[in-house]
């Protein structure tokens, strides 16, 4: 399709161009497990499938061609695909990481590959003196995530890459919030984009995955070697639903991207709200980074109450969003992040990373704006009202 030159609008809706046999225009799902071999010496393209499934190789292609990448990935969740991708490190080698990293990621780097002896540095990614000064002889990957969650701090990717060719360290970059419609990493010259097609990508808060895409051939087949050896893949059903999803990424991520800048401006006007964390706003911190090396500012925003006592009343006076963890889905999704995603950090270091107990995470779907802006208004009354009675109480 790229061949074409098409726009990613376009190209997305013509994904399925799979099935020769019967010109259907939804990839079929393969569910077969294994494929006939016409001769003892001869394989097929396909003989298990671990290895290669013609669905999910559909979704494999689609994923590698939005990324502007030579191959594409598919794993059973964001988190499959992470560990798989550190999977390319060794006893011995250590890994520098971005300290707003997920808390998924987090987890695996301290709990699980120390135990392997892969060493690990947390960086504040917004100061490349830092990332410089951290990087060491045995520094094998260094893993960024912009705008990081939940206050959208922003890393300047090509410096980082810089630094990192310098030293000879390989670059990963967590995609989910942005998407390739909205920032390709591979273009700034990034080896291994990820992410939790859980999320935007997948679109309706129904399907775990994990994709990942490298434009790179020896760090393709060292994935191909992983992703089988490994063998956390996708399902084929679960192919095709992502498949499916991604066909409206486009207008989905216009729309949402568009109501988060209304929303945005409208929480930043009420004076309930201390302070509103969004790439868009031309106060936001690293924005100038950001509009140069992103093409939105996406759906997702944060902002903060004066406390947890405002946040509590807000979330019950809502009716609109759905209060979850996650994000990305066609609903909108208000999260707390120091009670949901952030639960497990001790409190002063919560803290001292600005996800304080009045901090909220907004996950923009796509309602009416006008409608869940009306709901937010409802929600933040209340919070003064209820305050208001309380002093008429005492
Ligand atoms: C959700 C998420 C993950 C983990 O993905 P799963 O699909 O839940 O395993 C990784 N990175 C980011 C930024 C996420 O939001």
Known sequence: MNENHYSQQTALLHSSALEDHTGAVSTPIYHSTTFHQTDIDLFGRYDYSRSGNPTREVLEKVIAELE?????????????????CFLMCSQGDHVLISEEVYGGTYRLITEVLNRFGIQYSFVDMKDLHEVARSIKVNTKV????????PLLNITDIEGVVKL??????????????MTPLLQQPLSLGVDVVLHSATKFL??????????????NEDIAEKLSFLQNSFGAVLGPQDSWLLIRGM???????????????????FLEARKEVEEVYYPGLSYHRGREIHVRQSRGAGAVLSFRLENGEAVRKLSKAVQLPAFAVSLGG????LSYPAKMSHASM???ERKRRGITDGLLRLSVGLE?????IEDLSMGLDRIRESTVSKVINF
């Open 330 to 333: 066609v609903e909108t999704i």
């Open 142 to 149: 260094i893993y960024m995530e912009t705008p990081s969650n």
């Open 346 to 348: 001790p409190r002063e």
């Open 164 to 177: 990192a060719k310098a030293n000879g360290c390989f670059t990963f970059l967590d995609n989910t919030f």
């Open 68 to 84: 502007g990448g030579i191959k594409g990935f598919a794993f059973s969740s964001g988190m499959a695909a992470i560990s798989t």
């Open 247 to 265: 066909k409206t990424l486009h207008v989905r991520i216009s729309q949402s991207t568009e109501s988060a800048w209304k929303i945005a401006r």
């Open 368 to 372: 009416n704006v006008d409608e869940l």
């Open 202 to 215: 997948a679109g309706h808060s129904d399907v775990l995955a994990g994709l990942v895409v490298t434009g």
